[in-house]
């Protein structure tokens, strides 16, 4: 019986295993520590920080309002694509911007407020609602 099973306990697995991996937790535990390497006083940090936790709030509502019009996959994909922006947006302002300068400071923040866009899109609500949907209720 668990047998036919097989194929989709290893696609949710999957799909918990790279919502975890984003990276979008890392951004947010050490968001106030960039910030303030940047240049940006403890408190503004904080408050960019707060920021981000609402961004990630609201597009998680939206999702879950929009997930039966749009589809799990769809919003899947358009949560990947936001993050993966968003980390590359990231990557280059690093790249470009030299340590403490403070003007990569906003390009920082639309960068996270991407990545948190994204995740509250995707990775954040998607994974948990195909992981209770995939199964009958005999194997939940």
């Not at 050490?30 to 920080?49: D, R």
């Not at 948190?116 to 992981?131: D, Q, T």
């Amino acid at each position: 019986m668990l047998k036919e099973y097989q194929y989709p306990i290893y696609l949710i697995v999957v799909i918990q295993v790279l919502s975890q991996i984003t990276g979008g937790n890392v951004i947010r535990n050490y968001a106030p520590t960039i910030f303030e390497n940047g240049g940006v006083s403890t408190t503004l940090s904080l408050v960019f920080n707060l920021i981000f936790g609402v961004v990630k709030t609201i597009f998680t509502f939206v999702s879950i309002y929009y997930i039966d019009e749009t589809g799990r996959l769809k919003l899947l994909v358009y949560g990947i694509v936001m993050v993966g922006a968003g980390m590359l947006f990231l990557a280059i302002t690093s790249l470009v911007s030299p340590s403490g300068d403070i003007t990569n400071v906003p390009a920082f923040v639309v960068g996270c407020a991407l990545v948190f866009a994204g995740f509250g899109v995707g990775y954040g609500p998607v994974p948990w609602v195909l992981s209770a949907e995939m199964f009958p209720t005999l194997i939940r």
